[in-house]
């Protein structure tokens, strides 16, 4: 497994415990994430309790009562519904929001730390016919009977498989930051979701760390954005200013905030394919989407299961590759074109679509745990065992 993020490490623990041999080459010099906060739906929080991960989820993260969609500037509910404990009722896990940081480390308990290869960044990797060989950065060269690249956007395993291209700049950046709970009880806020909508714009919030940190995320658009550099400090003062004229709640939520990061957004359009011979590619590196479905980690989770479940059931390893991809393949598309819709979607300015969208929002709801039944009750572990 290439890449110790969120993707390669539940991967790596879904096909350990189905009986691989697997061990984790990641770049870095430890395990971390960058960021703040991640929602957690259902359909992934599934496979990580059937993983034995529940505890320390529960330890770490936050079950939000609800989700609520509400108007840049007045505040006007456009829709509300329940998350908890209607998901677990329905779905058999809950919705959770966690830090990041906290989410890969209640994975990475659950893998050999003896099997994680810290400072191994992959420069270069090739099919061998009968298996897969890797080369690193610091001289080491590995052989395997499958290579996974669970390397992100960026991936080089990828590259090595299908060629380099650089990826797109989504035209749309973040200003993310952590609240202290303390600072903000005067808005009296529930333990729930909330996002606002506005034109060229949106913004999200939502507790972490057991409730001690509000997480936000507020998207603006831009034309271009010329750094290589996915995170980088921002000023409260400038996220305010990209916010001038939002709701109250909204500004002292940014106001709040201790630090400020800004987060360029990259997109790739679907792949074709991501598997040849005995190598083949899970998360961002093969299916990176727009953060607004609050999907892409879930898709990362979901592969991995689909992943073991297929070596597992298929005994040839190149077939099974193949299979896993055609299972995948389909549900992660849907997911990236719906994630580019709603960038559209969220971020109208106000006039006659908007207010069509309001009216549709308000009838149907786009959120709610019933209108997502196709997304959150599937099981990416259930492979009918298929003869090479
Ligand atoms: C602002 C924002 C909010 C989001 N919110 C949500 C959300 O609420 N819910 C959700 O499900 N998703 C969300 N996502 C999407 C989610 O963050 C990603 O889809 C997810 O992190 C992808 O996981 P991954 O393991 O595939 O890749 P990554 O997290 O990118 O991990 C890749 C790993 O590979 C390592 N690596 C890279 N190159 C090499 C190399 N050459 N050699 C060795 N190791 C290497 C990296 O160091 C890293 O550890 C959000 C994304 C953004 C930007």
Same mark, same amino acid.
């Given at each position: 497994?290439?890449?110790?993020?969120?993707?390669?490490?539940?991967?790596?623990?879904?096909?350990?415990?189905?009986?691989?041999?697997?061990?984790?080459?990641?770049?870095?010099?430890?395990?971390?994430?960058?960021?703040?906060?991640?929602?957690?739906?259902?359909?992934?929080?599934?496979?990580?309790?059937?993983?034995?991960?529940?505890? #320390?989820?529960?330890?770490?993260?936050?079950?939000?009562?609800? $989700?609520?969609?509400?108007?840049?500037?007045?505040?006007?509910?456009?829709?509300?519904?329940? %998350?908890?404990? %209607?998901?677990?009722?329905?779905? #058999?896990?809950?919705?959770?929001?966690?830090?990041?940081?906290?989410? %890969?480390?209640?994975?990475?308990?659950?893998?050999?730390?003896?099997?994680?290869? %810290?400072?191994?960044?992959?420069?270069?990797?090739?099919?061998?016919?009968?298996?897969?060989?890797?080369?690193?950065?610091?001289?080491?060269?590995?052989?395997?009977?499958?290579?996974?690249?669970?390397?992100?956007?960026?991936?080089?395993?990828?590259?090595?498989?299908?060629?380099?291209?650089?990826?797109?700049?989504?035209?749309?950046?973040?200003?993310?930051?952590?609240?202290?709970?303390?600072?903000?009880?005067?808005?009296?806020?529930?333990?729930?979701?909330?996002?606002?909508?506005?034109?060229? #714009?949106?913004?999200?919030?939502?507790?972490?760390?057991?409730?001690?940190?509000?997480?936000?995320?507020?998207?603006?658009?831009?034309?271009?954005?010329?750094?290589?550099?996915?995170?980088?400090?921002?000023?409260?003062?400038?996220?305010?200013?990209?916010?001038?004229?939002?709701?109250?709640?909204?500004?002292?939520?940014?106001?709040?905030?201790?630090?400020?990061?800004?987060?360029?957004?990259?997109?790739?359009?679907?792949?074709?394919?991501?598997?040849? #011979?005995?190598? $083949?590619?899970?998360?961002?590196?093969?299916?990176?989407?727009?953060?607004?479905?609050?999907?892409?980690?879930?898709?990362?989770?979901?592969?991995?299961?689909?992943?073991?479940?297929?070596?597992?059931?298929?005994?040839?390893?190149?077939?099974?590759?193949?299979?896993?991809?055609?299972?995948?393949?389909?549900?992660?598309?849907?997911?990236?074109?719906?994630?580019?819709?709603?960038?559209?979607?969220?971020?109208?300015?106000?006039?006659?679509?908007?207010?069509?969208?309001?009216?549709?929002?308000?009838?149907?709801?786009?959120?709610?745990?019933?209108?997502?039944?196709?997304?959150?009750?599937?099981?990416?572990?259930?492979?009918?065992?298929?003869?090479?």
């Amino acid at each position: 497994m290439i890449g110790g993020g969120i993707g390669g490490l539940t991967a790596a623990v879904a096909l350990l415990q189905a009986g691989f041999d697997v061990h984790v080459y990641e770049q870095a010099p430890e395990l971390t994430e960058v960021g703040g906060g991640i929602n957690m739906a259902p359909n992934a929080t599934r496979v990580l309790c059937r993983l034995g991960l529940a505890e #320390g989820l529960d330890r770490e993260g936050v079950r939000p009562l609800g $989700t609520h969609q509400r108007r840049w500037q007045d505040g006007r509910t456009l829709q509300r519904a329940p %998350l908890n404990p %209607l998901c677990k009722e329905l779905y #058999g896990a809950p919705h959770m929001t966690i830090h990041r940081a906290d989410l %890969l480390s209640v994975i990475a308990a659950a893998f050999p730390v003896e099997r994680v290869h %810290l400072g191994h960044r992959l420069v270069g990797a090739a099919d061998r016919g009968g298996g897969a060989e890797a080369w690193f950065d610091n001289g080491v060269r590995i052989t395997a009977d499958v290579l996974v690249g669970a390397d992100g956007i960026h991936s080089a395993v990828r590259a090595a498989l299908f060629g380099e291209e650089p990826p797109d700049f989504a035209g749309c950046v973040a200003y993310r930051g952590l609240v202290p709970a303390e600072r903000i009880v005067a808005l009296g806020l529930e333990l729930g979701n909330q996002s606002w909508v506005g034109p060229g #714009g949106h913004f999200v919030h939502y507790f972490v760390t057991r409730g001690r940190q509000l997480n936000f995320v507020g998207w603006t658009e831009h034309d271009e954005w010329n750094r290589e550099d996915w995170t980088d400090r921002a000023t409260v003062t400038r996220a305010l200013a990209a916010f001038a004229g939002w709701h109250e709640q909204v500004r002292t939520i940014i106001a709040a905030a201790g630090t400020c990061f800004i987060w360029a957004l990259f997109d790739r359009d679907p792949l074709p394919r991501w598997s040849a #011979g005995r190598t $083949t590619l899970l998360g961002d590196a093969c299916h990176p989407m727009y953060p607004f479905m609050g999907q892409g980690a879930a898709m990362a989770i979901e592969d991995g299961a689909a992943l073991a479940a297929c070596l597992r059931a298929i005994a040839d390893l190149s077939a099974a590759l193949r299979h896993y991809e055609k299972l995948r393949l389909p549900r992660v598309t849907r997911l990236q074109e719906m994630s580019r819709a709603n960038k559209t979607r969220f971020h109208l300015r106000d006039g006659p679509a908007q207010q069509a969208r309001d009216a549709e929002w308000a009838k149907t709801g786009d959120r709610s745990p019933d209108a997502l039944r196709w997304l959150y009750e599937y099981d990416p572990a259930a492979v009918e065992p298929v003869t090479a």
